[in-house]
């Protein structure tokens, strides 16, 4: 029997072994066997988001007609019925940063006036036509999410570290604590009503507050949570889906953009 | 087009030497604003939170290029910050050595539209992915003399207790002429054990974040124990037998798809070792019910044009136990590397352990934020006395 055939085979028995599972734990892996080959049947969903940057032609087949095809629906039905429709919560807003100004001190840094600019260089001169865009550096070196050691369907281990971190008197801090603390000081009444009445989560306030309490909730949440340096934004822009069979007919000139990437699994 | 930086520590010296800029050039459509005496040679694109494009010194002749990047809107996002400061800890901590990416200047602009933080550092085009995957011919020589400057490098990072655990081809920048550079060290992590004992708080364990699946040492992949510098040894022979194989040796689907094909090569681990590594996942892949024994294929089966030194280091940094892995000061020692060896291309990090403690002191965002101003002013001051 080749090495294959044993692979295959391994993983059957751990389909077995996982159908007896409560329902609702197969539910992204029946999704996911329905369009393929019954004998490709691959059941954990470990480390599965397997992501390169997208090539032009990806680019091209990714431009998301059905949402922007939606909006335009949503616009069409509060034109013609003006009924007043509540809009759907934004999950993705990202609040910028505050000005510079407001964090740093006088003496602490730079300041551009129209006096000391001293030579204003063109546009037309910087960029070239044939210019890749896809120059980085460091740091946030070509950034993406760092998977956690403990894996969603490794019970044994996050039983472990539970009864660890019991013995210890820890848990595991919320990466986005101190945001929190920050802009729980920050959020006013007016944001309370704006949001619980229109849906308005100005600040990311509510969002953070949501995936905060799912962290705590949740030991297996905090316990295998990936550090997320990627929000849902700045990943869609960088990188795009990548089916297994893709990764293995990878064209390793291009190696180099090749990212391990994670699910948010509170997301 | 030449980009390489040959000199760095000339590109330092006439950043320091033209002292604090009163002058501005701008480049406006990107919102972009420089120090006067730098010159914009090329947008190049935009990057993950930043936006990055080359400069020169004006006059400068030959051209020592720089990359500069802007970095804008991590201010409110708490791991972004903690990130940038360690990022930036690291690459000034590491300053210096050859064989690690350098940072030139540092500087926070407040006025917007050019608010940020601006990184300027060497400007190298390639990485050695592009290197390996290409269809550059390499020679064992070359192979030597790549993987020398990795562990020269890697010495250095390891001589201050630092883990880099991201090591793989795409973080190890190439320049024109050869030279190997370390960079990304958004993983890195020091572990000197001395700054765990000065805090009581601190755990003595480091973090369970992992980093890319194919250069992954397998006790991160079956255990859940504390580990140490061995990964990177790990990922420093995955890219080795990168050299001869010119794709990644161990190219896991998943982390259990990933262990299959290390045993595929590196044969089925011994019991003990199973034992040791004290998980299930461990436990089932010995029971010989659920999984066949494999044997170890010897790597000069694989690679038959490799010498004998380079099979014997192979063997030497690709093992199961990662107590029975090379540390780099070994590998370095290695007769494969004989031929290339500069006993002053090794120096170790004269600064002593790197000092992760601040982590644990910056317990708020105004903290965090003020933190990044601090060290992107202790480093403009150590450049300007450093030029004097």
Redesign the interface.
Same mark, same amino acid.
């Given at each position: 029997?080749d090495?294959d055939e044993?692979?295959q085979q391994?993983e059957n028995?751990t389909h077995l072994f996982l159908q007896r599972k409560p329902s609702g734990f197969l539910i992204k892996e029946k999704v996911t066997t329905i369009s393929k080959d019954s004998d490709n049947i691959?059941l954990?969903d470990?480390?599965?988001n397997?992501r390169k940057k997208k090539d032009e032609k990806t680019r091209a087949e990714q431009v998301p007609i059905q949402i922007s095809f939606k909006k335009s629906k949503k616009s069409e039905l509060r034109n013609g019925s003006e009924s007043i429709e509540l809009s759907d919560i934004n999950l993705d807003y990202?609040?910028?940063?505050? @000005?510079?100004?407001n964090?740093?001190?006088p003496g602490?840094?730079?300041?551009?006036?129209p006096k000391?600019?001293?030579? #204003? =260089?063109s546009?037309a001169d910087?960029?070239?036509k044939e210019?890749?865009?896809?120059?980085?550096?460091?740091?946030?070196?070509?950034?993406y999410n760092?998977?956690?050691?403990?894996?969603i369907d490794?019970y044994?281990?996050i039983i472990?570290?539970i009864l660890t971190d019991e013995i210890?008197g820890?848990y595991p801090v919320f990466?986005?604590?101190?945001?929190y603390?920050?802009l729980k000081t920050l959020v006013r009444k007016r944001d309370y009503i704006l949001y619980y009445l229109l849906s308005k989560d100005h600040m990311g306030f509510f969002r953070l507050r949501e995936e905060r309490t799912l962290f705590y909730t949740y030991p297996s949440i905090a316990?295998t949570s @990936?550090?997320?340096?990627?929000?849902d934004g700045?990943e869609n822009e960088?990188f795009a889906e990548e089916d297994?069979e893709v #990764? =293995?007919s990878f064209d390793?000139?291009?190696?180099?953009?090749?990212?391990?990437l994670d699910s948010n699994v509170w997301r | 087009m030449n980009r390489t930086l040959t000199d760095n520590t000339r590109a330092i010296n006439v950043a320091a030497s033209l002292g604090d800029p009163q002058q501005r050039t701008i480049f406006a459509k990107e919102r972009i604003s420089i120090p006067g005496y730098y010159e914009i040679i090329q947008f190049l694109g935009k990057g993950a939170y930043g936006t990055v494009c080359s400069v020169k010194f004006k006059g400068q002749n030959p051209p020592a290029k720089i990359a500069v990047k802007k970095i804008s809107n991590i201010f409110n996002k708490e791991i972004l910050l903690k990130r940038a400061i360690r990022e930036l800890k690291f690459m000034n901590f590491f300053k210096g050595h050859k064989n690690i990416v350098n940072l030139i200047d540092l500087e926070i602009v407040t006025s917007s539209p050019y608010d940020g933080l601006y990184c300027y550092q060497e400007l190298i085009d390639y990485d050695l992915a592009k290197v390996i995957h290409s269809s550059v011919q390499l020679s064992e020589f070359h192979i030597k003399y790549f993987l020398y400057q990795i562990l020269c490098g890697l010495k250095y990072i390891h001589s201050a207790d630092v883990i880099h655990r991201d090591l793989k081809p795409g973080n190890i920048l190439c320049t024109l002429n050869g030279c190997l550079k370390i960079c990304d060290f958004g993983l890195a992590r020091g572990i000197h054990a001395g700054f765990f004992q000065c805090h009581s708080t601190i755990q003595p364990h480091i973090t369970n974040y992992v980093a890319t699946r194919w250069y992954r040492a397998p006790e991160l992949l079956l255990s859940n124990q504390p580990y140490n510098k061995s990964v990177d040894i790990w990922a420093v022979g995955c890219i080795l037998a990168e050299f001869y194989a010119r794709k990644p040796v161990f190219m896991g689907r998943d982390s259990m798809h990933q262990i299959f094909e290390i045993i595929k090569v590196l044969g089925t681990p011994d019991k003990d070792l199973l034992i040791k590594f004290g998980t299930i996942k461990a436990w089932n892949l010995g029971k010989s019910s659920n999984n066949p024994v494999y044997k170890k294929i010897p790597w000069s089966n694989i690679f038959p044009f490799a010498s004998h030194e380079a099979i014997d280091l192979i063997e030497s940094l690709l093992h199961w136990d990662s107590t029975h892995r090379l540390n780099v000061e070994q590998a370095i020692s290695h007769p494969f590397l004989n031929e290339v060896r500069k006993p002053d291309d090794e120096p170790v990090c004269l600064q002593g352990p790197f000092d992760f403690t601040y982590e644990f002191e910056l317990n708020s965002m105004p903290k965090l934020r003020d933190y990044l101003i601090e060290e992107v002013n202790s480093f403009k001051t150590e450049l300007t006395s450093s030029s004097l």
């Open positions: 029997m090495v044993r692979l391994d028995q691959r954990r470990l480390n599965f397997h990202i609040p910028d940063s505050p @000005p510079i100004e964090i740093s001190g602490n840094s730079t300041v551009v006036t000391n600019i001293i030579h #204003l =260089q546009d910087l960029i070239l210019c890749d865009h896809n120059y980085d550096c460091g740091p946030f070196y070509r950034l760092y998977e956690n050691r403990i894996e490794d044994e281990a472990k570290a210890a820890t990466e986005r604590e101190l945001e603390q920050e316990y @990936p550090l997320g340096y990627l929000d700045s960088l297994d #990764l =293995q390793f000139e291009n190696m180099s953009s090749v990212r391990t | -």
